[in-house]
């Protein structure tokens, strides 16, 4: 399916840096860079290796905060490594925590020896 812009609403999730980079029409947010919080619902959101980045008591806030933003027929996309990092789990050589996210509630629907994607829906039943 080929999707035209504007064809969906869009919210990169956990963006970091790529907010410069992502389609104008998407919406971009990250709490840690100088971008909007969102303020309505999405019909598609992107979640890329965010939740490896953040400790584990920290990771279902963020699936709720992205399950709250889903429109009620959207879904969610979020990927976590699969792989372990050169270093090691924990504390990396630039100082930024990685850690092991095993599973994750949805479908997984994409999982390879580096990352391992899943999809939400609001009927996904988050813990």
């Given at each position: 399916?080929?999707?035209?812009?504007?064809?969906?609403?869009?919210?990169?999730?956990?963006?970091?840096?790529?907010?410069?980079?992502?389609?104008?029409?998407?919406?971009?947010?990250?709490?840690?860079?100088?971008t909007?919080?969102?303020?309505?619902?999405?019909?598609?959101?992107?979640?890329?290796?965010?939740?490896?980045?953040?400790?584990?008591?920290?990771?279902?806030?963020?699936?709720?905060m992205?399950?709250?933003?889903?429109?009620?027929?959207?879904?969610?996309y979020?990927?976590?490594?699969?792989?372990?990092?050169?270093?090691?789990?924990?504390?990396?050589?630039?100082?930024?925590?990685?850690?092991?996210?095993?599973?994750?509630?949805?479908?997984?629907?994409?999982?390879?020896?580096?990352?391992?994607?899943?999809?939400?829906?609001?009927?996904?039943?988050?813990?």
């Amino acid at each position: 399916v080929f999707l035209r812009p504007g064809d969906l609403d869009v919210l990169d999730y956990g963006c970091g840096k790529c907010y410069l980079i992502n389609p104008m029409d998407w919406d971009s947010y990250d709490p840690n860079f100088p971008t909007v919080a969102p303020v309505h619902s999405y019909d598609t959101i992107i979640c890329n290796y965010v939740l490896c980045v953040l400790p584990p008591e920290e990771r279902l806030a963020v699936l709720k905060m992205i399950h709250s933003y889903l429109r009620s027929d959207g879904k969610a996309y979020v990927s976590v490594r699969a792989d372990e990092p050169k270093q090691g789990w924990g504390i990396s050589s630039r100082g930024t925590y990685q850690g092991r996210c095993k599973s994750l509630p949805g479908k997984l629907i994409k999982s390879n020896s580096q990352f391992r994607t899943y999809e939400l829906t609001v009927a996904t039943r988050l813990a």
